[in-house]
């Protein structure tokens, strides 16, 4: 059955380059933005890009305010929420990693206002969705907001970012590969809504990152480039698709889970890609793409395995065996792996000795 109707919201400018953060005051203007800008950062961001654009903004006779946020948190969100009411903002300017762009989106959403993400990390495909991802306690929470109205990504940044943020973001493009298929799995299953276009455009930015992993490696310009191509191309498809489904399937549970049993050990793109190799294991068996899965990883540096992750074995079975209870989403993992299942899975796989 077709629906009556239905909105795709995009970012409507995209600028990616070496240098492009001197062009945010003309992407600005561009865009029509009226008043005054808040700039949501972070510490190390806001010396490294904030504080060159806001001189910018200066220059052009516009005075910004910025609130420095020290983590992702929905108190964060309220914070930056009062300070854009009390300096009376018209819009926001999200500058950093992952929680500054999440945190900016959030709370341009809750105060209906527009934001742009300039990201200094190319470490997770937030940076151009429609989703926000934030701690609560022991567990994590993923909303819908809008997307940016423009992205600008200045890839000698990106370039100079730590190398492990943007392994990262590899590994979390690369999990787009199980993602797709737990989503096919829960149209054929559950009847759960589908869109093939992003389902096909989430694949293409995983095949991008296995296709080029032998070009990624730190401090090259062209491994920023390829890495943040992908990044935008997965927040795209879940704009289309309306929900987080062309990149969260299992994978992601087991990570939100591992986040719960021993939160801040890993990074969550280094987690969801562990998580990929043994749910793609579990899509195709021996003989499956989890070999390929694991072998691109590697390549970039990325963590195959539990100790590489920082995490004892134990926990790695606890969170496979109980991340189906944390959302309604079907995927792969159904209603639950028993132990010996789990273990099977992470042993063969490598994840786990």
């Known amino acids: 059955m077709f629906q009556k109707s239905k909105w795709i919201r995009l970012p409507r400018n995209v600028a990616v380059g070496h240098g492009v953060l001197d062009e945010v005051v003309e992407i600005v203007d561009d ?37 420095t946020i020290e983590s992702a948190t929905f108190d964060s969100v309220e914070t930056v929420i009062e300070v854009a009411e009390a300096e009376d903002a018209s819009y926001l300017v999200g500058i950093g990693g992952g929680k500054a762009i ?4 959030m709370a341009s959403h809750h105060l209906s206002m527009g934001f742009l993400s300039i990201p200094t990390a190319a470490s997770h495909d937030g940076i151009v969705s429609n989703r926000g991802s934030v701690p609560d306690g022991d567990t994590r929470h993923s909303v819908a907001a809008e997307p940016p109205l423009a992205v600008v990504a200045d890839t000698a940044v990106l370039a100079e970012a730590p190398w492990e943020l943007t392994t990262a973001g590899c590994a979390d493009i690369i999990s787009n590969y199980t ?3 737990d989503w096919r799995l829960a149209r054929r299953l559950k009847n759960v809504e589908h869109s093939e276009y992003a389902a096909a455009l989430s694949e293409m930015t995983a095949e991008i990152l296995v296709d080029n992993a032998d070009l990624i490696r730190p ?18 498809a879940m704009s289309i698709a309306g929900s987080s489904r062309p990149a969260s399937g ?20 280094h987690q969801v890609g562990v998580g990929s190799i043994m749910t793609a294991y579990l899509h195709g068996g021996e003989r499956g793409f989890w070999v390929d899965i694991r072998d691109a990883l590697d390549s970039i540096d990325a963590p195959t395995t539990a100790d590489e992750l920082g995490i004892d074995d134990e926990t790695v079975l606890e969170a496979l065996t109980t991340c189906h209870e944390i959302r309604d989403r079907y995927t792969i993992l159904g209603d639950g792996m028993n132990e010996e299942a ?11 000795g």
């Open 179 to 181: 993602a797709v298929m």
């Open 250 to 269: 299992a994978e992601h549970l087991f990570s939100h889970q591992l986040d719960r049993l021993e939160p801040n050990v890993a990074l969550h793109g």
């Open 342 to 352: 789990a273990r099977d899975v992470a042993t063969k796989t490598g994840v786990i």
């Open 219 to 236: 401090g090259l310009e062209e491994s920023s480039w390829v890495v943040t191509k992908a990044l935008m191309s997965s927040g795209v």
């Open 102 to 105: 999440d945190i900016a989106k």
């Open 31 to 67: 865009l029509h933005l009226q008043g005054r800008p808040l700039f949501v950062t972070s510490p190390t961001p806001r010396e490294v890009a904030a504080e060159p654009i806001a001189a910018d903004f200066e220059a052009a006779g516009i005075d910004p305010a910025v609130v």
